[in-house]
T-cell receptor, first 110, second 114 residues
Framework: NAGVTQTPKFQVLKTGQSMTLQCAQD?????MSWYRQDPGMGLRLIHY???????DQGEVPNGYNVSRSTTEDFPLRLLSAAPSQTSVYFC?????????FGPGTRLTVL | AQSVTQPDIHITVSEGASLELRCNYS??????LFWYVQSPGQGLQLLLK??????LVQGIKGFEAEFKRSQSSFNLRKPSVHWSDAAEYFC????????????FGQGTELSVKP
């Protein structure tokens, strides 16, 4: 199993640009989530999904969209990037009793 | 409101010394509690978790944690720290029902001096 994969690993955007962070898991987990990590703030939940076709907002959803068309994939979209979205983004999937985290995407918005 | 507090932003210990990282939480229901570790530039790895039962739980890499309901705490301990333990440690609390969200603390950065 590859576990949870994320692409790209690094990305630099200009303010106003859009992009999609990709996340995939091959463990057939129903629950998937996106977090952002900022210094001194831990991980904050952006969006999550309890299964294909079902998504909901987390703690910091503004500026981000998600969809879940398959069990495997859970992409995160930035429609109009802002400098405040400079962060490290982690995708995770949940099995019984634990989250499995991807390696992260480091995003810089200039 | 549900929250997790890790009072220590940065801790430095000598190699071979004991370690305790503090975690306090505020949660309405019976919580599920976790400790994760993040090495520089890496993702998060689960150290240990508490769901129910024995309040002293053992994890990987020689770590343990004790759930104290009366103090709303879940402190992480290790009897003898190794240089490779230098990393950032996150405490998290959540509910594992469908849609249950995981709430993370701010993290504690551990430095180990020779």
């Amino acid at each position: 199993n590859a576990g949870v994969t994320q692409t790209p690993k690094f990305q630099v955007l200009k303010t106003g640009q859009s992009m999609t962070l990709q996340c995939a898991q091959d463990m057939n987990h129903e629950y998937m989530s996106w977090y952002r990590q900022d210094p001194g703030m831990g991980l904050r939940l952006i969006h999550y999904s309890v299964g294909a076709g079902i998504t909901d907002q987390g703690e910091v959803p503004n500026g981000y969209n998600v969809s879940r068309s398959t069990t495997e994939d859970f992409p995160l979209r930035l429609l109009s990037a802002a400098p405040s979205q400079t962060s490290v983004y982690f995708c995770a999937s949940r099995s019984t009793g634990r989250e499995f985290f991807g390696p992260g995407t480091r995003l810089t918005v200039l | 409101a549900q929250s997790v507090t890790q009072p220590d932003i940065h801790i430095t210990v000598s190699e071979g010394a004991s370690l305790e990282l503090r975690c306090n939480y505020s949660y309405g229901a019976t919580p599920y509690l976790f400790w994760y570790v993040q090495s520089p530039g890496q993702g998060l790895q689960l150290l240990l978790k508490y769901f129910s039962g024995d309040t002293l739980v053992q994890g990987i890499k020689g770590f343990e944690a004790e759930f104290k309901r009366s103090q709303s705490s879940f402190n992480l301990r290790k009897p003898s720290v190794h240089w490779s333990d230098a990393a950032e440690y996150f405490c998290a609390v959540g509910a594992y029902n469908q849609g249950g969200k995981l709430i993370f603390g701010q993290g504690t950065e551990l430095s180990v001096k020779p």
